[in-house]
């Protein structure tokens, strides 16, 4: 009905008679800036040496949304928002210091690219960090919009709160679109993806690259409301605009509007039209320009004073930009800022064996913590693939939650590793703290552009505004038959990320202990659990089951442990050594030292990022021979990059290279039991190469 509404109100024309002159004024002021800014920039090209888009072509959509926006609301702008954001309240010169990536840049102090912003304010709606890739933050923005759901489930919403996603409509194509538009119409979302379609995806055209638009692909997706719009028209949009933010302030659905428009510039300064758009193409979209339609509008309705405020615009434009171009650049000494938020967890606390405790298996004390942690903190949720009431996870480690506390808390979600990982961006800007599952490690990548692009970058690039709130659980590792696609490692992929914290507990108290730490920090933290020690399953892993730790036990990242202390001290080269490791390599260690008469130091990492680098670098001086052991393939691995830091490090007190053992370097870990052992270092490889190491 609300679709046949919005339909009936455009064919009718009904808009023409309900935008008040003093608005379309505003708007054709706001179009006189954008178009002068643009012009601005092309004549100081020199200048503006930057990368940038501009809005031109786009106004009038941008500044009807904006218009209807209120500081409650969430709006996630794409990199040719700029309209959107001088409707917003954003001057000329705020955006023009982020263009010239200049100290007092608002949204990033010089980090982030032009229109990219990340806001967060009493006077405006809510700016979420988003990049620049295409159709990237469809996902966030959804979760955005799935935590506002949330949180007026629980009775802490903060009024009817609208979420608008901003994009293009060639990245409708992209696949992470298709997940997000699945949860909003499964969930029914208070959420508008605003696409804006200009016919171009740069050098491609709609017709080169799409069978369809978004709005007859939206179509698709049942209970998704959709509308067509021509984006140039200012008085429509803004119509338009107002009823679909208003239907969703009411009814709490998600709404596609399709807004047709023109491109008036380039694509990006540095991909120019000239480069791929012809002559009749060019003219086609001049003919279809907002700004002239506006202003034919303003002086059927009688305002003769267009002029003088085409002229204040040029004046107002020149002023903020000679005063931008001469704002100080951000000094290099701050460039290292902010690539984390201070973590409030920074000393081991609480009782690690309290009296009388009962040891537990690895598995039991991640779900105990997050047991606990979600009857303290409401803003706790769970969810991912299988995690929910049915199941509680395909090796039971959330078996309960569900039923403890309710569906809403933690509950299941399609096989959609992008949306697991990439809604905790919108949930975290909200003040929630999701955990969320990937069910094996073999399956994160389809999630690593949110992990990579998104997730990892946010705090750095918002300048501290928008730190990630995530906790990522993976099971990881062999464990017998597990095969190809359930058994791999994945840390030294993960360690490539700058701006995430990697965790992997070797053991049930450290396991309580740095789940709890993971939660409270306020970064994102992967944690890497090990499934052949979920349960000590596994030969010569039962040590993996201790006494679980307090409620109060909180165990830092960044904290290694001595998981073996060497009875002999070392008085003559090759008297001991010690062995790095963490995860299954604990184990296999341990067992190899029993077998080479106390002459062996097993360390524990814990947690690969931040990483116990001062407890490493004494062991290995203590006792001049090290090896590195991981459960990964060896070659270019976490672990040989660890062992050049090592001999660096402590070359004066080494009395042989340090060593790295690892498994084999093949492409997957076989299924055949046999062929698993064979690829995988274990206790035997580990003594015979201990034993080379020591007599050496």
Not at 144 to 161: C, D, F, M, R, T
Not at 204 to 216: L, Q
Not at 583 to 606: C, F, I, N, Q
């Amino acid at each position: 009905m609300a679709t046949l509404f919005l339909s009936v109100l455009i064919n009718e024309c009904l808009f023409l008679l309900m935008v008040d002159t003093e608005i379309l004024e505003k708007a054709y002021r706001l179009m006189c800036m954008a178009a002068e800014m643009a012009d601005t920039y092309e004549r100081n090209r020199n200048i503006c040496k930057y990368v940038h888009s501009t809005s031109r072509g786009h106004e009038a959509i941008q500044l009807a949304t904006a218009f209807h926006l209120r500081p409650g609301d969430f709006v996630s702008p794409y990199y040719r928002d700029e309209s959107l954001l001088l409707g917003l309240g954003f001057t000329p010169y705020e955006l023009m210091l982020q263009l010239l990536a200049k100290a007092e840049d608002p949204f990033s102090g010089g980090r982030e690219y032009y229109s990219h912003p990340s806001y967060r304010g009493p006077d405006k709606p809510t700016i979420i960090h988003q990049s620049s890739a295409t159709g990237m933050q469809v996902i966030p923005t959804t979760g955005v919009a799935q935590g506002i759901q949330y949180l007026e489930k629980i009775g802490a919403g903060n009024g009817p709160s609208v979420v608008v996603c901003s994009l293009g409509d060639a990245s409708v194509t992209e696949g992470e679109v298709s997940e997000a538009f699945q949860v909003a119409v499964l969930k029914k979302l208070p959420i508008i993806y605003l696409v804006q379609d200009n016919q171009w995806g740069i050098s491609v055209s709609a017709a080169e690259a799409r069978a369809m638009d978004a709005y007859t692909y939206a179509g698709g997706f049942p209970g998704m409301h959709r509308v067509q719009v021509d984006g140039t028209h200012f008085e429509e949009s803004y119509t338009l605009l107002r009823e679909v933010i208003d239907h969703v302030r009411r009814y709490r659905e998600p709404w596609l509007v399709h807004a047709r428009v023109p491109l008036l510039g380039h694509h990006t300064s540095g991909v120019r039209k000239e480069f791929y758009r012809d002559a009749q193409d060019w003219e086609a979209h001049l003919a279809q320009d907002p700004r002239p339609k506006l202003k034919t509008r303003l002086q059927e309705r009688g305002v003769t004073e267009i002029a003088l405020v085409e002229d204040e615009v040029k004046a107002t434009v020149a002023k903020m930009f000679a005063d931008a171009v001469a704002a100080p650049d951000p000094a290099p000494e701050t460039v290292t800022d902010h690539v984390f938020a201070p973590t409030p967890v920074t000393e081991e606390t609480g009782d690690r064996t309290p009296q009388g405790g009962e040891r537990v298996m690895m598995v039991d004390a991640a779900l105990h913590a997050l047991e606990e942690i979600m009857e303290d903190h409401p803003e706790a949720l769970l969810y991912g693939q299988d995690v929910g009431r049915r199941l509680g996870g395909v090796f039971r480690e959330a078996a309960t939650l569900a039923e403890k506390f309710g569906d809403h808390r933690v509950f299941n979600t399609a096989i959609q590793e992008a949306y697991i990982i990439g809604s905790t961006v919108g949930m975290s800007a909200l003040g929630l703290k999701p955990v969320v599952e990937v069910q094996f490690a073999d399956y994160i990548y389809p999630g690593f552009n949110q992990l990579v692009t998104e997730i990892s970058k946010a705090c750095y690039l918002s300048r501290g505004k928008f730190p990630q709130q995530t906790v990522i659980r993976v099971p990881i590792g062999a464990y017998g038959g597990g095969g190809p696609y359930h058994s791999g490692s994945i840390e030294t992929t993960l360690l490539s990320i700058k701006g995430i914290k990697v965790a992997y507990p070797s053991n049930a108290a450290d396991m309580k202990g740095l789940m709890k730490a993971a939660w409270l920090d306020p970064n994102p933290v992967v944690v890497l659990e090990h499934k052949g020690l979920y349960w000590s399953k596994v030969p010569g892993t039962d040590a993996a089951r201790q006494v679980e730790p307090a409620k109060d036990y909180i165990l830092p990242l960044g904290k290694a442990a001595i998981a073996l202390e060497a009875a002999k001290e070392k008085t003559a080269k090759g008297d001991s050594c010690c062995v790095i490791t963490y995860g299954m390599g604990v184990y296999w260690a341990k067992t190899a030292a029993a077998s080479l008469d106390g002459r062996v130091e097993v360390v524990d990492l814990r947690s690969l990022f931040p990483l116990d680098e001062a407890l490493v670098m004494e062991r290995v001086k203590k006792h001049g021979k090290c090896l590195v052991l991981t459960e990964e393939q060896a070659t270019n691995s976490f672990a040989e990059a660890l062992a050049s830091r090592i001999s660096r490090a402590c070359f004066a007190w080494l009395d042989a290279p340090v060593d790295v053992l690892g498994a084999l370097d093949l492409p997957a870990v076989p299924l055949n039991m046999g062929l698993e052992t064979a690829m995988l270092p274990g206790p035997e490889k580990v003594v015979r190469r201990l034993s080379t190491l020591l007599e050496g």
